[in-house]
């Protein structure tokens, strides 16, 4: 193998979203077992998160307590996890062609942070790194992934190449990824993809965390609120229809 940066003063954190309640097997997990593997295998410091076990309510605020919720796992137990994590990685199982309401859930709740600043006043997701790893035993993989990774770059996670992977089997009902005789395990193709998307996190963990986080020019919020709206200029085509 080529010669590694140190990856040890990384944070990755796994959140899978399985339906099934801890400590019900999940495939999901399995699959995301592999990509931790590697990443303490260099050191990275793990955490993880089966996000159904977790009290957490529905909605898109950062303390649903403030909105009629009784109790919300959210600003407590999870968020600080994410807010430490240089990596993020969302697993979750492909129902009926699509992401789990889990994965829908946990993802309304990291837009709820769009809010919420950095030190340098960009969006607080700058300078994060994030993944997908989607199973299953129906097709969805790409579509799923698409739907996780256009989510976490709108709210300012930066997604490295091959930031996805996933392993589905044969098309239609048939075995999970973990079952015994499914192949899953031994598949090639989802072995590389989980290889490769563990790897390029690591390394596009590491050139941002080198640079202090996602380059300052252009991209802070508090400036453009501020009237500082680096260089933009309205389109004139759209304030006269004479301009075609």
């Given at each position: 193998m080529s010669e590694l940066p140190d990856f040890s003063d990384l944070r990755a954190l796994y959140v899978?979203?399985?339906l099934k309640r801890s400590p019900e097997r999940s495939n999901t997990q399995g699959l995301m077992?592999?990509?931790?593997a590697l990443m303490r295998e260099h050191g990275v410091h793990v955490d993880l998160l089966r996000f159904v076990d977790l009290?957490?309510?529905?909605?898109?605020y950062p303390d649903m307590r403030e909105h009629g919720w009784a109790t919300d796992a959210w600003p407590d137990e999870v968020w600080p996890l994410v807010e430490a994590a240089d990596i993020l990685v969302i697993g979750g199982p492909i129902w009926?062609?699509?992401n789990s309401s889990v994965?829908?859930?946990?993802?309304?709740?990291?837009?709820?942070?769009s809010g919420e600043r950095n030190e340098r006043g960009q969006y607080v997701s700058y300078g994060k790194v994030g993944g997908a790893i989607i199973t299953g035993n129906e097709d969805g993989i790409k579509h799923c992934a698409m739907d996780v990774l256009y989510s976490l770059q709108h709210i300012?996670?930066?997604i490295p190449p091959g930031a996805d992977a996933g392993w589905v089997g044969e098309a239609g009902p048939g075995p999970s990824y973990l079952d015994p005789g499914s192949g899953g395990l031994e598949n090639d193709f989802t072995n590389r993809n989980t290889t490769f998307l563990s790897y390029n996190l690591l390394h596009l963990a590491r050139l941002l965390k080198d640079a202090g986080g996602f380059p300052l020019g252009g991209n802070s919020i508090a400036e453009w609120e501020?009237?500082?709206h680096?260089?933009?200029?309205?389109?004139?085509?759209?304030?006269?229809p004479e301009y075609r």
């Amino acid at each position: 193998m080529s010669e590694l940066p140190d990856f040890s003063d990384l944070r990755a954190l796994y959140v899978n979203c399985t339906l099934k309640r801890s400590p019900e097997r999940s495939n999901t997990q399995g699959l995301m077992d592999a990509s931790i593997a590697l990443m303490r295998e260099h050191g990275v410091h793990v955490d993880l998160l089966r996000f159904v076990d977790l009290d957490v309510a529905t909605g898109v605020y950062p303390d649903m307590r403030e909105h009629g919720w009784a109790t919300d796992a959210w600003p407590d137990e999870v968020w600080p996890l994410v807010e430490a994590a240089d990596i993020l990685v969302i697993g979750g199982p492909i129902w009926l062609g699509d992401n789990s309401s889990v994965t829908k859930r946990l993802i309304e709740r990291l837009y709820a942070m769009s809010g919420e600043r950095n030190e340098r006043g960009q969006y607080v997701s700058y300078g994060k790194v994030g993944g997908a790893i989607i199973t299953g035993n129906e097709d969805g993989i790409k579509h799923c992934a698409m739907d996780v990774l256009y989510s976490l770059q709108h709210i300012g996670f930066a997604i490295p190449p091959g930031a996805d992977a996933g392993w589905v089997g044969e098309a239609g009902p048939g075995p999970s990824y973990l079952d015994p005789g499914s192949g899953g395990l031994e598949n090639d193709f989802t072995n590389r993809n989980t290889t490769f998307l563990s790897y390029n996190l690591l390394h596009l963990a590491r050139l941002l965390k080198d640079a202090g986080g996602f380059p300052l020019g252009g991209n802070s919020i508090a400036e453009w609120e501020e009237g500082q709206h680096s260089g933009f200029e309205p389109n004139p085509y759209g304030a006269n229809p004479e301009y075609r």
